[in-house]
Protein backbone atom coordinates (compact mmCIF):
# COMPACT_ATOMS: atom_id res chain seq x y z
CA UNK A 1 0.00 0.00 0.00
CA UNK A 2 1.47 3.27 -1.29
CA UNK A 3 -0.08 5.58 1.87
CA UNK A 4 1.56 3.20 4.27
CA UNK A 5 4.79 3.86 3.34
CA UNK A 6 4.24 7.46 2.77
CA UNK A 7 2.92 7.62 5.87
CA UNK A 8 5.85 5.75 7.49
CA UNK A 9 8.31 8.08 6.18
CA UNK A 10 6.29 11.25 7.62
CA UNK A 11 6.30 9.58 10.76
CA UNK A 12 9.84 8.78 10.82
CA UNK A 13 10.98 12.22 9.85
CA UNK A 14 8.65 14.00 12.27
CA UNK A 15 9.53 11.49 15.02
CA UNK A 16 13.52 12.78 14.25
CA UNK A 17 12.32 16.81 14.86
CA UNK A 18 10.80 16.02 18.11
CA UNK A 19 14.05 13.78 19.41
CA UNK A 20 16.23 16.93 17.89
CA UNK A 21 14.44 19.93 19.11
CA UNK A 22 13.17 18.83 22.49
CA UNK A 23 9.69 18.93 21.26
CA UNK A 24 6.98 18.19 23.87
CA UNK A 25 4.21 17.99 21.79
CA UNK A 26 3.20 17.65 18.35
CA UNK A 27 -0.36 19.10 17.56
CA UNK A 28 -0.37 19.17 13.94
CA UNK A 29 1.83 18.18 10.89
CA UNK A 30 1.00 19.93 7.57
CA UNK A 31 1.83 18.45 4.29
CA UNK A 32 1.54 18.63 0.88
CA UNK A 33 0.48 16.32 -1.52
CA UNK A 34 1.23 16.79 -5.05
CA UNK A 35 -2.15 15.75 -7.50
CA UNK A 36 0.49 13.80 -9.61
CA UNK A 37 1.50 11.58 -6.44
CA UNK A 38 -1.39 9.20 -6.22
CA UNK A 39 -1.46 9.28 -2.60
CA UNK A 40 -5.41 8.89 -1.65
CA UNK A 41 -5.85 11.82 1.49
CA UNK A 42 -7.86 9.53 3.24
CA UNK A 43 -5.82 6.64 3.20
CA UNK A 44 -2.77 8.54 4.28
CA UNK A 45 -4.49 10.01 7.36
CA UNK A 46 -5.97 6.52 8.49
CA UNK A 47 -2.11 4.44 7.88
CA UNK A 48 -0.47 8.40 10.19
CA UNK A 49 -3.01 7.50 12.71
CA UNK A 50 -2.56 3.64 13.30
CA UNK A 51 1.33 4.43 13.14
CA UNK A 52 1.28 7.43 15.48
CA UNK A 53 -0.35 4.99 18.63
CA UNK A 54 2.38 5.33 20.89
CA UNK A 55 4.55 7.39 19.99
CA UNK A 56 5.33 11.34 21.01
CA UNK A 57 3.09 12.24 18.29
CA UNK A 58 -0.06 11.16 18.89
CA UNK A 59 -2.99 12.35 18.44
CA UNK A 60 -1.52 14.66 16.46
CA UNK A 61 -3.37 16.37 13.54
CA UNK A 62 -2.47 15.64 10.11
CA UNK A 63 -3.53 18.68 7.78
CA UNK A 64 -3.17 18.00 3.87
CA UNK A 65 -2.94 20.35 1.29
CA UNK A 66 -3.13 19.43 -2.05
CA UNK A 67 -0.46 20.64 -4.64
CA UNK A 68 -2.00 21.65 -8.33
CA UNK A 69 0.42 19.81 -10.78
CA UNK A 70 2.88 21.89 -13.30
CA UNK A 71 4.07 20.19 -16.33
CA UNK A 72 6.83 21.52 -18.68
CA UNK A 73 7.14 21.04 -22.42
CA UNK A 74 10.79 20.43 -24.10
CA UNK A 75 9.09 21.04 -27.56
CA UNK A 76 7.43 24.51 -27.37
CA UNK A 77 8.52 25.78 -23.61
CA UNK A 78 4.77 25.48 -22.16
CA UNK A 79 4.78 25.73 -18.43
CA UNK A 80 1.42 24.97 -16.55
CA UNK A 81 -1.21 22.95 -15.57
CA UNK A 82 -1.54 19.64 -17.60
CA UNK A 83 -4.37 18.14 -20.16
CA UNK A 84 -6.89 16.44 -18.32
CA UNK A 85 -8.88 13.31 -19.58
CA UNK A 86 -12.39 13.84 -19.25
CA UNK A 87 -13.07 10.38 -18.47
CA UNK A 88 -16.65 9.90 -17.11
CA UNK A 89 -15.53 6.34 -15.38
CA UNK A 90 -13.39 7.94 -13.46
CA UNK A 91 -13.81 9.62 -10.24
CA UNK A 92 -12.15 13.37 -11.35
CA UNK A 93 -10.10 14.08 -13.88
CA UNK A 94 -6.98 12.25 -15.12
CA UNK A 95 -4.14 14.15 -16.14
CA UNK A 96 -2.44 13.56 -19.18
CA UNK A 97 1.61 13.37 -20.12
CA UNK A 98 0.08 15.14 -23.15
CA UNK A 99 0.91 19.14 -23.73
CA UNK A 100 -2.04 21.38 -24.10
CA UNK A 101 -0.12 23.29 -25.92
CA UNK A 102 1.61 21.04 -29.05
CA UNK A 103 0.27 17.34 -28.34
CA UNK A 104 4.36 16.57 -27.30
CA UNK A 105 5.36 14.87 -24.03
CA UNK A 106 5.63 16.84 -20.85
CA UNK A 107 7.88 16.08 -17.97
CA UNK A 108 6.00 16.82 -14.46
CA UNK A 109 7.81 20.18 -12.46
CA UNK A 110 5.78 20.21 -9.90
CA UNK A 111 2.83 17.97 -7.87
CA UNK A 112 4.87 14.83 -7.91
CA UNK A 113 5.70 14.00 -4.64
CA UNK A 114 4.83 14.87 -0.75
CA UNK A 115 6.33 16.80 1.29
CA UNK A 116 6.20 18.38 4.96
CA UNK A 117 5.45 22.09 4.55
CA UNK A 118 5.12 22.58 8.65
CA UNK A 119 5.16 20.57 11.96
CA UNK A 120 3.00 22.45 14.81
CA UNK A 121 4.00 21.63 18.56
CA UNK A 122 4.71 22.64 21.87
CA UNK A 123 7.81 23.04 23.79
CA UNK A 124 6.15 24.77 26.47
CA UNK A 125 2.66 25.21 27.20
CA UNK A 126 2.22 27.74 23.99
CA UNK A 127 2.12 26.56 20.84
CA UNK A 128 5.09 27.92 17.81
CA UNK A 129 4.99 26.76 14.31
CA UNK A 130 8.26 26.43 12.26
CA UNK A 131 8.85 25.22 8.37
CA UNK A 132 10.08 21.24 9.01
CA UNK A 133 12.74 22.31 6.23
ZN1 LIG B 1 4.32 21.65 -26.04
Redesign the pocket.
Known sequence: MHELSVASAVVEKVLEFVSAHSVKKVLAVRLAIGELSHIEAEQLRFCYVAITEQTPIQDSALEIETVEAVVN?E????RGRPKYWDDALSVGPIPTME?P????A?EIAEGNDCAIKSIRFAVEDDGLAIPAA
Not at 75 to 78: E, L
Open positions: CRCRYCNCGGV
